[in-house]
């Protein structure tokens, strides 16, 4: 019922910034909450940022407190990270993932409370 494909991945210098997008189909956008996810080589997928349908709640991973910034604009079906002040730590696959229904709160942290997962988008920072 929606898909989703995010876009804005590169290499970025350590200390650069990276602007991702993930775009989504469906007529039903508005009511999905939308996270943000990231997964590097060898490791297990890890849970980056979280946005509720309508923006009201928001939760981010500590590791990614003060740098990243998640945001959405429904009237154009796109959910945003905004990543600021990039470590090499934070070279991964990030994709974003929509879920129906449930009341936000940090058990959205986890994978398994999503629906629906875009492709990803490789980003790498560089030293």
């Known amino acids: 019922q929606v898909q989703l494909v995010e876009s804005g991945g590169g290499l970025v210098q350590a200390g650069g910034s990276l602007r991702l997008s993930c775009s989504a189909s469906?007529?039903?956008?508005?009511?999905?909450?939308m996270g943000w996810f990231r997964q590097a080589p060898g490791k297990e997928r890890e849970f980056v940022a979280l946005?509720?349908?309508?923006?009201?709640?928001?939760y981010y991973a500590d590791s990614v407190k003060g740098r990243f910034t998640i945001s959405r604009d429904n009237a154009k079906n796109t959910v945003y990270l905004q990543m600021n002040s990039l470590k090499p730590e934070d070279t991964a696959v990030y994709s974003c993932?929509?879920?129906?229904?449930?009341?936000?709160?940090?058990?959205?942290?986890?994978?398994?409370?999503?629906?629906?997962w875009g492709q990803g988008t490789q980003v790498t920072v560089s030293s």
């Open positions: 993932a929509a879920r129906r229904f449930g009341v936000p709160s940090a058990t959205m942290a986890s994978p398994d409370e999503y629906d629906y």
């Open positions: 469906g007529r039903t956008f508005s009511s999905y909450h």
């Open positions: 946005i509720s349908w309508r923006g009201g709640y928001i």
